[in-house]
């Protein structure tokens, strides 16, 4: 992968991890699994669960941004629907939690590839606004529909999932989400670097070379949309039963934001980037708790910073904000400063 | 029953058409959507507030308080957040508009609590009565205000020298910079000016709804957003329909369906529509 010699301090150490990649795989892994009893506090484990939630919603979403650059605003709205499909499986219908789990990300991978197949023949912009106001439509439509999602009062007494007779404790959850975090990583670190991956940054690239040299654009956008959708639904399922409750309050456009923001902290188009991402826009709230209150501005401010000052992110690749080549110009020509791939429209 | 619908419609659409005009002469120039939109529009509603209640009580000044209020937030929009932006990627404005919506929302939330504040009732009395429909003062100003704004902003594109440079930056981006139009003080103007629209908005939502909050402005910039497309994205007559026929769609909308799904309606629609004709009722045809 590495053939060529890395001059920056991260491509170093990208390099130095790779070379070891055999021990740095190793050492994580026992970290990982021994961190719960390294916490020894039960509430700090409870975050590293939620951390995991994150880095399955972030990982997910940056394969829409990321990878195929497309522009989804409303990632919750799916977060939400595996939520309530595991919730509603397991409470009503009395279904086990590991059948619920799957069929949580089904569903939502059907909602997915629904709206992908109405919009994503359209210009990109429509995505953007019918992703938002997908995630609006699914709030009004679980507090309104008293009789099936029981409304505002949300679904309480989601049972505890067990294993072979082993009902779950604070450990057992976070060994469940470091797995299902851990497939969901490494699936879309094999996806990404196989055909279907290529075919996905051919499009954020360029459409229509991409078009030309035979790749189907349509569908693997639809692939790339669907994917993600189920990867959220899997972790709404998870968080419906680590929650044992679900409301609508969940899942709004601003938990939508926030899934955004980690994508761009930890640096869009990367593997690493959004585990970094959610690791830190997790841990950060709660370390500071006195800044609670100041959690959305301060969500809001890393977003702006992050996109015009450091457009990689923190992982430092090549993301989708950065200036593509041909925008770099000699310094003397200063004008025009116009962007070649926005031509202007008409009032 | 047939009037009252029709007098909340027109009433509602007149706000719904001045946020889509917003929406529309940014994406006409820049190709962008300003998400923040629906946040200057709460801007506006919370500086008219401010003016009514600890200065004077005069709606008139008040429009004119989220105008100006609104103007500013547009214009510190575009300086800080697009100016930098404008060679990248598109997907990257795109965020960062939505990065500084939430950021408004929350200073706003932090500054002033999120619970509802209340405009005092203003121009309440009846105006006149249609059938057995009575109409307030409140409701005739409100569509007149609009109307006002409307028609001063098609003469302002059309008939003097700042919208003729705006078109000419919205027809082409080089070659306006290569004729000598300053095409960063243009598109600084343009951002401006939507943000004041959409504060002139805010301060009459806030008068009719009695109702100011900092997330005031999500759920009217998805909807003027929807009504903006509906027209084409690109139009201005195409906005103000989209907006007039978003505020009848819903008013009568809420008959058949629970009031409830009000704010899905004309969303639901729309994507439906969309389906059928890409381009909106008078947008240009583009890939």
């Not at chain 1, 972790?235 to 969940?250: I, K, M, N, P, T």
């Not at chain 2, 598109?90 to 929350?106: D, M, P, Q, V």
């Not at chain 2, 932090?110 to 429909?133: N, Q």
């Not at chain 2, 629970?258 to 004309?266: K, L, Q, T, V």
Request: proline share 3%.
């Amino acid at each position: 992968m590495q053939t060529l010699p890395a001059t920056t301090p991260a491509g170093r150490m990208k390099d130095f991890f790779f070379r070891y990649r055999i021990v740095t795989a190793i050492l994580l892994t026992i970290f990982l699994v021994a961190l719960p009893f390294l916490l020894g506090n039960g509430y700090y484990v409870r975050i590293a669960t939620i951390v995991g939630i994150y880095v399955i919603l972030v990982s997910s979403l940056n394969i829409i941004i990321g990878f195929t650059g497309m522009f989804s605003l409303g990632h919750a709205a799916f977060y939400g629907i595996g939520a309530y499909t595991s919730a509603m499986l397991t409470v009503m219908a009395g279904w086990p939690f590991w059948a619920a789990l799957p069929v949580a990300g089904i569903v939502a991978g059907i909602f997915g590839a629904l709206i992908g197949l109405a919009t994503l023949r359209l210009q990109a912009i429509f995505l953007a606004f019918t992703t938002l106001g997908f995630g609006e439509i699914t709030r009004i439509v679980i507090l309104n529909w008293r009789s099936f999602t029981r409304g505002p009062l949300g679904i309480a007494g989601i049972p505890i999932p067990t294993f072979f007779g082993w009902t779950f404790d604070r450990n057992g959850y976070y060994y469940l989400v470091l797995v299902l975090a851990a497939l969901t990583v490494a699936i879309i670190y094999r996806v990404y670097h196989s055909r279907i991956g290529r075919a996905f940054v051919a499009i954020r690239e360029d459409e229509t070379a991409a078009r030309s040299m035979g790749v189907n654009v349509f569908g693997y956008k639809v692939l790339a949309f669907t994917m993600a959708c189920v990867f959220a639904g899997i972790a709404g399922s998870f968080f419906a039963h680590f929650q044992r409750f679900v409301s609508a309050d969940s899942f709004a456009n601003l938990e939508s934001f926030a899934i955004i923001t980690m994508v761009a902290l930890g640096g869009t188009g990367s593997i690493v980037g959004p585990i970094l991402g959610a690791l830190i826009l997790v841990v950060i709230p709660e370390v500071f708790r006195f800044l609670a209150r100041y959690r959305g501005v301060i969500y809001g401010l890393i977003l702006i910073l992050v996109i015009v000052l450091k457009p990689g992110g923190l992982a430092g690749v090549k993301g989708i904000f950065e200036k593509p080549k041909a925008a770099k110009r000699p310094r003397k020509q200063r004008r025009p400063k116009a962007d070649s791939s926005a031509p202007g429209g008409r009032i | 029953m047939f009037l009252q619908q029709l007098v909340n419609g027109i009433t509602q659409g007149s706000l719904f058409a001045l946020l889509a005009i917003s929406f529309a002469i940014v994406y006409g120039t820049l190709r962008l959507v300003n998400f923040a939109t629906g946040s200057i529009y709460m801007i506006g509603a919370f500086f008219g507030w401010m003016v009514v209640k600890f200065v004077i009580p005069n709606l008139f000044l008040a429009i004119f308080a989220g105008a100006l209020a609104g103007f500013v937030t547009g214009f510190i929009l575009e300086r800080f957040a697009f100016r930098a932006l404008r060679g990248v990627a598109r997907i990257a404005s795109l965020i960062c508009t939505i990065g500084f919506s939430w950021f408004l929302n929350e200073a706003m939330t932090v500054l002033f609590g999120a619970e509802r504040k209340s405009m005092p009732s203003f121009y309440s009395d009846t105006a006149f009565v249609l059938g057995d429909v009575g109409v307030s003062w409140l409701q005739v100003i409100l569509v007149v205000v609009a109307v006002v704004v409307l028609v001063s902003l098609q003469i302002l594109i059309y008939r003097t020298r700042i919208g003729l440079a705006i078109r000419a930056v919205s027809l082409d981006f080089k070659t306006a910079g290569l004729m000598g139009i300053p095409i960063d003080r243009v598109i600084s103007f343009t951002f401006s000016l939507a943000g004041a629209m959409a504060g002139i908005a805010g301060v009459l939502a806030s008068a009719y709804y009695n109702a100011i909050f900092p997330y005031m402005g999500n759920i009217a910039g998805l909807k003027s957003f929807s009504a903006a497309v509906f027209g084409g994205l690109t139009s201005i007559p195409g906005a103000i329909i989209g907006g007039y026929l978003l505020g009848l769609i819903e008013n009568f909308g809420v008959q058949v369906i629970s009031a409830g799904y009000r704010d899905i309606i004309g969303f639901v629609i729309l994507v439906i529509f969309l389906l059928v004709r890409p381009r909106g009722l008078l947008g240009r045809k583009s890939g």
